[in-house]
C-alpha cells in the first residue's frame, strides 16, 4: 500500500466519504457527476477491481468489462509477485520478514477493497506477530477496513479486542489513537456523551490523521461538547 504523508487523511476513507455522497439522496445531481468521476478516477488508479465490481452490482457506477477485466489481470500480476515474495521469505529469510511479506499482501487486498480476503490476510499476519505493538497495528487495519464499509460489527469487535490487547501492556501512543478511533466509533452510533469524552481527552495529541483532518477533529469535538453541555443544562433546567 502506498506509503501516506504524515498529517494526511487515509485515501481511502477520503475516497469511502465521496461513494457516502454519491449515494446520498441530499446531494445536488451535479455533484454527484464530480463525485462519480472523481471515484471512478480513484477506482482506475489503483486497480480497485473488488470494488467496482461491487458498486457496478449495486449500479452506483456503470461496469465497462473490459475496465474490470484489465484491472483484475493488474491484481493477479500484484498478487502472484506477492505470493512469490512470501514463498522467499518462507524458504530464506527471518520469521519477521515473513511476517512482513504476509502483511504487504493484507494490505495490497486493503487497498484494492477486497475486504474478505484483506480479514483473512490480516488474522494470518496476525499468526505470525509476537509484538503487543504490531499487533495493535493489524488491529488499526481492521478498524480503517470497518470505517471504509461502516461495518459497525467488525469496529466494535476490533474495539474490544484493542482493549484487551491493551491489558496486556501497550505504548501511550497507540492508546491515544485508540480513543479517537472508538470517539469516532460513538459518533456514529450517536453515543455523543462518549464520543466527546474521547475526543477531548484526545484533543492535545492528535496522532490519528489518517481519520481525518485536524480541523475536521476539532469540530466533531467542540460540536459534540457544546451538545453535550446544552443537553444537560436542558435536563438541569425540568428538575429543577
Known amino acids: 500500500m502506498e506509503a501516506i504523508a504524515e498529517g494526511t487523511q487515509q485515501p481511502r476513507l477520503v475516497l469511502a466519504n465521496k461513494i457516502s455522497?454519491?449515494?446520498?439522496?441530499?446531494?445536488?445531481?451535479?455533484?454527484?457527476?464530480?463525485l462519480k468521476s472523481d471515484i471512478l478516477n480513484s477506482i482506475k488508479a489503483h486497480n480497485m477491481a473488488p470494488l467496482y465490481e461491487t458498486l457496478a452490482a449495486s449500479s452506483v457506477l456503470h461496469l465497462d468489462p473490459n475496465l474490470l477485466d484489465s484491472m483484475r489481470a493488474c491484481n493477479n500480476e500484484e498478487l502472484t509477485k506477492?505470493?512469490?515474495?512470501?514463498?522467499d521469505a518462507e524458504?530464506?529469510?527471518?520469521?519477521?520478514?515473513?511476517?512482513?511479506?504476509?502483511?504487504?499482501?493484507?494490505?495490497?487486498?486493503?487497498?484494492?477493497?477486497?475486504?474478505?480476503?484483506?480479514?483473512?490476510?490480516?488474522?494470518?499476519?496476525?499468526?505470525?506477530?509476537?509484538?503487543l505493538?504490531?499487533?495493535?497495528?493489524?488491529?488499526?487495519?481492521?478498524?480503517q477496513l470497518g470505517f471504509f464499509y461502516m461495518d459497525f460489527d467488525l469496529i466494535s469487535k476490533s474495539i474490544d479486542k484493542a482493549n484487551k490487547l491493551f491489558e496486556e501492556g501497550g505504548d501511550w501512543e497507540r492508546k491515544n489513537r485508540l480513543k479517537v478511533?472508538?470517539?469516532?466509533?460513538?459518533?456514529?452510533?450517536?453515543?455523543?456523551?462518549?464520543?466527546?469524552?474521547?475526543?477531548?481527552?484526545?484533543?492535545?495529541?492528535?496522532?490519528?490523521?489518517?481519520?481525518?483532518?485536524?480541523?475536521?477533529?476539532?469540530?466533531?469535538?467542540?460540536s459534540l461538547s457544546i451538545e453535550f453541555l446544552l443537553r444537560k443544562r436542558s435536563l438541569?433546567?425540568?428538575?429543577?
Request: with cysteine.
Open 21 to 34: 455522497l454519491l449515494t446520498h439522496p441530499d446531494v445536488q445531481a451535479m455533484e454527484k457527476v464530480a
Open 82 to 87: 506477492l505470493d512469490e515474495k512470501i514463498r
Open 91 to 131: 524458504e530464506n529469510l527471518v520469521e519477521s520478514e515473513v511476517r512482513e511479506a504476509h502483511l504487504a499482501k493484507a494490505l495490497y487486498f486493503i487497498k484494492i477493497s477486497d475486504k474478505v480476503k484483506a480479514l483473512d490476510q490480516l488474522k494470518l499476519t496476525e499468526s505470525k506477530t509476537v509484538a
Open 133 to 143: 505493538g504490531l499487533k495493535m497495528d493489524l488491529v488499526f487495519y481492521t478498524l
Open 181 to 222: 478511533y472508538e470517539g469516532l466509533f460513538c459518533l456514529s452510533t450517536r453515543d455523543f456523551k462518549k464520543a466527546a469524552s474521547l475526543f477531548l481527552d484526545s484533543i492535545s495529541t492528535l496522532t490519528t490523521h489518517e481519520l481525518f483532518p485536524y480541523e475536521t477533529f476539532i469540530l466533531y469535538a467542540l
Open 236 to 240: 438541569m433546567r425540568l428538575k429543577s
